[in-house]
Protein backbone atom coordinates (compact mmCIF):
# COMPACT_ATOMS: atom_id res chain seq x y z
CA UNK A 1 0.00 0.00 0.00
CA UNK A 2 1.62 2.99 -0.88
CA UNK A 3 1.43 6.54 1.14
CA UNK A 4 -1.33 8.22 -0.74
CA UNK A 5 -3.55 5.14 -0.01
CA UNK A 6 -2.24 5.04 3.92
CA UNK A 7 -3.17 8.76 3.85
CA UNK A 8 -7.01 7.76 2.93
CA UNK A 9 -7.21 5.78 5.97
CA UNK A 10 -9.94 7.72 8.34
CA UNK A 11 -8.03 6.48 11.17
CA UNK A 12 -4.71 7.76 9.81
CA UNK A 13 -5.76 11.51 8.68
CA UNK A 14 -7.19 11.41 12.49
CA UNK A 15 -3.82 10.68 13.83
CA UNK A 16 -2.32 13.35 12.06
CA UNK A 17 -4.83 15.86 12.78
CA UNK A 18 -4.21 14.86 16.62
CA UNK A 19 -0.30 15.47 15.46
CA UNK A 20 -1.06 18.63 14.17
CA UNK A 21 -3.08 20.09 16.67
CA UNK A 22 -0.35 18.68 19.61
CA UNK A 23 2.62 20.29 17.85
CA UNK A 24 0.44 23.74 17.03
CA UNK A 25 0.04 24.17 21.11
CA UNK A 26 3.45 23.16 21.63
CA UNK A 27 5.36 24.76 18.80
CA UNK A 28 8.11 22.18 19.53
CA UNK A 29 8.81 18.81 17.96
CA UNK A 30 10.91 16.95 20.65
CA UNK A 31 7.78 17.98 23.63
CA UNK A 32 5.17 17.31 20.92
CA UNK A 33 6.66 13.69 20.25
CA UNK A 34 6.92 13.10 23.74
CA UNK A 35 3.64 13.99 24.56
CA UNK A 36 2.22 12.24 22.15
CA UNK A 37 4.13 9.09 23.03
CA UNK A 38 6.21 8.97 19.75
CA UNK A 39 9.61 9.59 18.60
CA UNK A 40 10.21 12.70 16.32
CA UNK A 41 11.02 11.03 12.99
CA UNK A 42 7.00 9.77 13.18
CA UNK A 43 5.60 12.88 14.35
CA UNK A 44 7.44 14.75 11.13
CA UNK A 45 6.35 12.07 8.76
CA UNK A 46 2.66 12.63 9.82
CA UNK A 47 2.50 16.13 9.75
CA UNK A 48 4.37 16.04 6.07
CA UNK A 49 2.00 13.59 5.25
CA UNK A 50 -0.78 15.98 6.18
CA UNK A 51 1.01 18.62 4.67
CA UNK A 52 0.48 16.98 1.36
CA UNK A 53 -2.87 16.37 1.82
CA UNK A 54 -3.60 20.24 2.61
CA UNK A 55 -1.00 21.06 -0.35
CA UNK A 56 1.18 23.61 1.61
CA UNK A 57 3.09 24.20 4.67
CA UNK A 58 1.30 24.02 8.13
CA UNK A 59 4.40 25.21 10.10
CA UNK A 60 7.60 27.23 9.48
CA UNK A 61 10.72 25.35 10.20
CA UNK A 62 13.06 27.98 9.43
CA UNK A 63 16.01 29.52 11.54
CA UNK A 64 13.88 30.54 14.99
CA UNK A 65 10.68 28.80 16.68
CA UNK A 66 8.49 26.55 15.29
CA UNK A 67 5.30 28.56 14.06
CA UNK A 68 2.08 27.97 12.36
CA UNK A 69 1.98 28.95 8.36
CA UNK A 70 -1.11 30.61 7.44
CA UNK A 71 -2.59 27.69 6.19
CA UNK A 72 -1.88 26.17 9.13
CA UNK A 73 -3.75 28.90 11.52
CA UNK A 74 -6.76 28.45 9.39
CA UNK A 75 -6.65 24.74 9.36
CA UNK A 76 -6.15 24.13 13.79
CA UNK A 77 -10.13 25.81 14.98
CA UNK A 78 -11.42 22.81 11.91
CA UNK A 79 -9.08 20.18 13.57
CA UNK A 80 -9.75 20.73 16.78
CA UNK A 81 -13.55 20.75 15.94
CA UNK A 82 -13.01 17.18 14.21
CA UNK A 83 -10.64 15.55 17.04
CA UNK A 84 -13.75 17.11 20.26
CA UNK A 85 -15.99 15.41 18.45
CA UNK A 86 -14.76 11.95 17.57
CA UNK A 87 -13.90 12.28 21.69
CA UNK A 88 -17.85 12.76 22.30
CA UNK A 89 -18.87 10.29 19.57
CA UNK A 90 -17.13 7.86 21.10
CA UNK A 91 -17.40 8.56 24.63
CA UNK A 92 -21.56 8.74 23.44
CA UNK A 93 -20.89 4.92 21.99
CA UNK A 94 -19.26 3.90 24.97
CA UNK A 95 -22.21 5.01 26.80
CA UNK A 96 -24.87 3.41 24.66
CA UNK A 97 -23.19 0.45 24.29
CA UNK A 98 -22.22 0.41 28.11
CA UNK A 99 -26.29 0.62 28.66
CA UNK A 100 -25.72 3.91 30.32
CA UNK A 101 -27.01 6.26 27.13
CA UNK A 102 -29.61 5.76 24.41
CA UNK A 103 -33.39 5.37 23.93
CA UNK A 104 -35.70 2.64 25.77
CA UNK A 105 -38.79 1.99 24.73
CA UNK A 106 -41.33 0.38 27.24
CA UNK A 107 -44.50 -0.28 27.45
CA UNK A 108 -46.57 -0.65 30.54
CA UNK A 109 -49.97 -1.74 31.83
CA UNK A 110 -52.34 0.61 33.38
CA UNK A 111 -52.73 -0.78 36.39
CA UNK A 112 -48.87 -0.89 36.68
CA UNK A 113 -48.74 2.99 37.30
CA UNK A 114 -50.48 1.98 40.64
CA UNK A 115 -47.69 -0.02 42.11
CA UNK A 116 -43.98 -0.86 40.58
CA UNK A 117 -43.98 1.17 37.94
CA UNK A 118 -43.00 4.77 39.62
CA UNK A 119 -40.71 3.56 41.84
CA UNK A 120 -38.97 1.15 39.06
CA UNK A 121 -38.91 4.21 36.67
CA UNK A 122 -37.22 6.38 39.62
CA UNK A 123 -34.48 3.75 40.31
CA UNK A 124 -33.70 3.50 37.05
CA UNK A 125 -33.46 7.29 36.22
CA UNK A 126 -31.60 7.47 39.22
CA UNK A 127 -28.45 5.19 37.91
CA UNK A 128 -29.32 5.93 34.29
CA UNK A 129 -30.23 9.48 34.09
CA UNK A 130 -28.65 9.99 30.55
CA UNK A 131 -31.20 6.99 29.12
CA UNK A 132 -33.96 8.48 27.15
CA UNK A 133 -37.22 6.88 28.33
CA UNK A 134 -40.41 6.45 25.93
CA UNK A 135 -42.98 5.50 27.86
CA UNK A 136 -46.74 3.85 26.20
CA UNK A 137 -49.58 2.97 28.03
CA UNK A 138 -50.54 -0.70 26.86
CA UNK A 139 -52.70 -3.91 27.60
CA UNK A 140 -50.91 -6.95 27.14
CA UNK A 141 -51.85 -7.77 23.58
CA UNK A 142 -50.78 -4.85 22.36
CA UNK A 143 -47.44 -4.92 24.25
CA UNK A 144 -46.57 -8.21 22.31
CA UNK A 145 -47.23 -6.86 19.19
CA UNK A 146 -45.36 -4.17 19.70
CA UNK A 147 -42.45 -6.30 21.04
CA UNK A 148 -42.64 -8.45 17.73
CA UNK A 149 -42.90 -4.85 15.70
CA UNK A 150 -39.89 -3.63 17.41
CA UNK A 151 -42.28 -0.89 18.17
CA UNK A 152 -41.22 -1.08 22.25
CA UNK A 153 -37.64 -2.70 23.34
CA UNK A 154 -39.28 -3.95 26.39
CA UNK A 155 -42.35 -4.83 28.28
CA UNK A 156 -44.39 -4.57 31.88
CA UNK A 157 -47.53 -6.82 31.20
CA UNK A 158 -49.69 -8.66 32.92
CA UNK A 159 -49.88 -12.67 32.63
CA UNK A 160 -47.65 -12.60 28.95
CA UNK A 161 -48.62 -14.84 27.09
CA UNK A 162 -45.92 -18.09 26.33
CA UNK A 163 -44.24 -16.87 23.11
CA UNK A 164 -41.03 -18.47 22.11
CA UNK A 165 -40.08 -15.38 20.37
CA UNK A 166 -40.07 -13.52 23.46
CA UNK A 167 -38.24 -13.74 26.92
CA UNK A 168 -40.37 -13.05 30.34
CA UNK A 169 -39.62 -13.01 33.70
CA UNK A 170 -42.18 -12.08 36.74
CA UNK A 171 -41.49 -9.08 38.73
CA UNK A 172 -44.89 -9.22 41.07
CA UNK A 173 -47.75 -11.52 41.91
CA UNK A 174 -51.11 -9.77 43.29
CA UNK A 175 -54.38 -11.14 44.17
CA UNK A 176 -57.71 -9.98 43.26
CA UNK A 177 -60.28 -7.59 45.25
CA UNK A 178 -63.98 -7.23 44.19
CA UNK A 179 -64.43 -3.84 43.47
CA UNK A 180 -68.19 -2.86 43.96
CA UNK A 181 -70.15 0.14 44.30
CA UNK A 182 -69.93 1.94 47.95
CA UNK A 183 -73.80 1.10 48.91
CA UNK A 184 -73.29 -2.58 47.93
CA UNK A 185 -74.26 -5.07 50.40
CA UNK A 186 -71.19 -6.91 49.84
CA UNK A 187 -68.72 -3.36 50.67
CA UNK A 188 -70.13 -3.91 54.70
CA UNK A 189 -67.18 -6.67 54.80
CA UNK A 190 -63.51 -5.93 55.30
CA UNK A 191 -62.71 -9.66 53.28
CA UNK A 192 -65.21 -11.09 51.12
CA UNK A 193 -64.70 -14.99 51.06
CA UNK A 194 -64.81 -16.60 47.73
CA UNK A 195 -67.78 -18.27 48.59
CA UNK A 196 -69.42 -15.40 49.02
CA UNK A 197 -68.97 -13.73 45.30
CA UNK A 198 -71.93 -15.82 44.29
CA UNK A 199 -73.74 -13.12 45.86
CA UNK A 200 -73.14 -11.11 42.64
CA UNK A 201 -74.20 -13.96 39.78
CA UNK A 202 -77.09 -11.74 38.93
CA UNK A 203 -74.98 -8.34 38.56
CA UNK A 204 -73.64 -7.38 35.15
CA UNK A 205 -69.68 -7.46 35.49
CA UNK A 206 -67.69 -4.75 34.36
CA UNK A 207 -64.70 -6.08 32.47
CA UNK A 208 -61.67 -5.52 30.27
CA UNK A 209 -62.25 -7.27 27.02
CA UNK A 210 -60.25 -10.49 26.93
CA UNK A 211 -58.19 -9.78 23.77
CA UNK A 212 -57.18 -6.68 25.94
CA UNK A 213 -55.47 -9.42 28.21
CA UNK A 214 -56.93 -13.26 27.49
CA UNK A 215 -55.20 -14.35 30.90
CA UNK A 216 -56.15 -12.10 33.34
CA UNK A 217 -59.74 -11.99 31.72
CA UNK A 218 -59.59 -15.53 32.56
CA UNK A 219 -58.09 -15.64 36.12
CA UNK A 220 -61.71 -13.64 37.07
CA UNK A 221 -63.48 -15.98 35.47
CA UNK A 222 -62.00 -18.81 37.23
CA UNK A 223 -62.57 -16.63 40.66
CA UNK A 224 -66.33 -16.79 39.78
CA UNK A 225 -66.53 -20.30 38.88
CA UNK A 226 -64.64 -20.56 42.34
CA UNK A 227 -67.75 -19.31 43.83
CA UNK A 228 -70.08 -21.68 41.84
CA UNK A 229 -71.28 -19.02 38.74
CA UNK A 230 -71.11 -17.93 35.33
CA UNK A 231 -70.48 -13.80 35.59
CA UNK A 232 -72.98 -11.66 33.59
CA UNK A 233 -70.51 -9.58 30.75
CA UNK A 234 -72.32 -6.47 30.67
CA UNK A 235 -70.21 -3.25 30.10
CA UNK A 236 -66.26 -3.18 28.62
CA UNK A 237 -63.61 -0.73 29.16
CA UNK A 238 -59.59 -0.63 28.34
CA UNK A 239 -58.32 0.62 31.32
CA UNK A 240 -59.23 -0.31 35.04
CA UNK A 241 -59.47 3.52 35.56
CA UNK A 242 -62.71 3.40 33.08
CA UNK A 243 -63.77 0.18 35.00
CA UNK A 244 -64.03 1.33 38.71
CA UNK A 245 -65.24 4.54 37.07
CA UNK A 246 -67.94 2.31 35.47
CA UNK A 247 -68.76 0.62 39.18
CA UNK A 248 -68.95 4.02 40.74
CA UNK A 249 -71.86 4.75 37.82
CA UNK A 250 -73.59 1.75 39.17
CA UNK A 251 -72.93 0.33 35.84
CA UNK A 252 -71.92 -3.36 37.42
CA UNK A 253 -69.48 -4.64 39.80
CA UNK A 254 -65.61 -6.07 38.74
CA UNK A 255 -63.11 -8.35 39.72
CA UNK A 256 -59.66 -6.70 39.56
CA UNK A 257 -56.20 -7.20 40.77
CA UNK A 258 -55.33 -6.10 44.31
CA UNK A 259 -53.47 -2.74 42.93
CA UNK A 260 -56.52 -0.60 41.56
CA UNK A 261 -57.51 -0.46 45.02
CA UNK A 262 -55.00 3.01 44.77
CA UNK A 263 -57.54 4.99 41.99
CA UNK A 264 -59.35 6.38 44.78
CA UNK A 265 -63.01 7.23 43.70
CA UNK A 266 -65.64 8.22 46.61
CA UNK A 267 -68.35 5.93 46.16
CA UNK A 268 -66.22 2.90 44.82
CA UNK A 269 -65.12 0.06 47.73
CA UNK A 270 -62.43 -2.60 46.99
CA UNK A 271 -62.91 -5.99 48.99
CA UNK A 272 -59.68 -8.06 48.93
CA UNK A 273 -61.20 -12.27 48.53
CA UNK A 274 -60.00 -14.45 50.42
CA UNK A 275 -59.07 -17.68 51.24
CA UNK A 276 -57.73 -18.02 47.31
CA UNK A 277 -54.92 -19.57 44.94
CA UNK A 278 -55.74 -17.42 42.37
CA UNK A 279 -53.21 -14.44 41.43
CA UNK A 280 -52.21 -12.44 38.99
CA UNK A 281 -48.74 -12.13 37.64
CA UNK A 282 -46.66 -8.62 36.23
CA UNK A 283 -43.91 -9.59 34.17
CA UNK A 284 -41.05 -7.92 32.10
CA UNK A 285 -40.62 -8.99 28.16
CA UNK A 286 -38.55 -8.65 25.74
CA UNK A 287 -37.60 -10.18 22.29
CA UNK A 288 -35.51 -13.04 22.54
CA UNK A 289 -32.80 -12.12 20.09
CA UNK A 290 -32.16 -9.08 21.34
CA UNK A 291 -28.97 -7.95 23.22
CA UNK A 292 -29.65 -4.23 23.82
CA UNK A 293 -27.42 -3.34 26.73
CA UNK A 294 -30.14 -1.37 27.67
CA UNK A 295 -32.86 -3.47 27.95
CA UNK A 296 -30.18 -5.69 30.24
CA UNK A 297 -29.87 -2.94 33.05
CA UNK A 298 -33.36 -1.95 32.96
CA UNK A 299 -34.14 -6.14 33.65
CA UNK A 300 -31.29 -5.49 35.83
CA UNK A 301 -32.97 -3.17 38.22
CA UNK A 302 -36.44 -4.52 37.78
CA UNK A 303 -35.08 -7.40 39.53
CA UNK A 304 -33.45 -5.67 42.25
CA UNK A 305 -36.23 -3.78 42.93
CA UNK A 306 -38.47 -7.07 43.12
CA UNK A 307 -35.66 -8.69 45.66
CA UNK A 308 -36.27 -5.75 47.97
CA UNK A 309 -40.20 -5.58 47.70
CA UNK A 310 -40.32 -9.77 49.09
Known amino acids: MDDMDMDDRPELGLRQLHAFAVLAEELHFGRAAERLGIAQPPLSQQIRRLETRVGYPLFSRGPGPVALTAA ?8 RRALDELAVGLDAARRTGGGAAGRLRIGFAASLALTVLPDLLRAYR ?19 AALHGQLIDLGLLREPPDDPGLVTEPILSEGFVVVL ?3 HPLAARRVVPVAALAALAAEPFV ?19 EAGFEPRLGQQAVEWQTVCALVEAGLGVSLAPASIRRIRLKRVAYRRIAPTTVRTTVAMAWRREDRNPLVERFAAV ?9
Open 207 to 225: LLPREAGPTVHDRILDLCR
Open 302 to 310: ARDARGQRR
Open 181 to 183: PAG
Open 126 to 144: DLYPQVDLEIREMTTAPQV
Open 72 to 79: GSELLPAA
